[in-house]
């Protein structure tokens, strides 16, 4: 049973965007908080970004300034608009809950490559 399937993933050159988007069961989707993490290659996967029931975001400073966390309440879908992208952007990134625990499930995430 999958309940978190990202999506939106790709390959684009230094400065382009990205539009990623994470479907959630209902179930996690109403959880306070879902947020977005990254895994770089040899890295240990890192937050991104976060967002409440009601909108309220919060950013890494890798983001600030040009991610752009979001969510569709009736749609159980949670977007990261990433502009301006840079090659350490090049991760494998996740959804899921704020904050993690040790018990949390990953889905398989989407890749995202910057290339100079």
């Known amino acids: 049973q999958v309940q978190l399937v990202e999506s939106g993933g790709g390959s684009v050159q230094t400065g382009g965007s990205l539009r990623l988007s994470c479907a959630a069961s209902g179930t996690i989707f109403r959880s306070s908080f879902m947020g977005w993490y990254r895994q770089a290659p040899g890295e240990q996967r890192e937050f991104v970004a976060r967002?409440?029931?009601?909108?309220?975001?919060s950013y890494a400073d890798s983001g600030k300034g040009r991610f752009t966390i979001s969510r569709d309440n009736a749609k159980n879908t949670m977007y990261l608009q990433m502009n301006s992208l840079k090659p350490e952007d090049t991760a494998v990134y996740y959804c899921n809950l704020w904050p993690l625990s040790s018990s949390n499930d990953w889905g398989q995430g989407t890749r995202v490559t910057v290339s100079s």
């Open positions: 967002i409440s029931r009601g909108g309220a975001t």
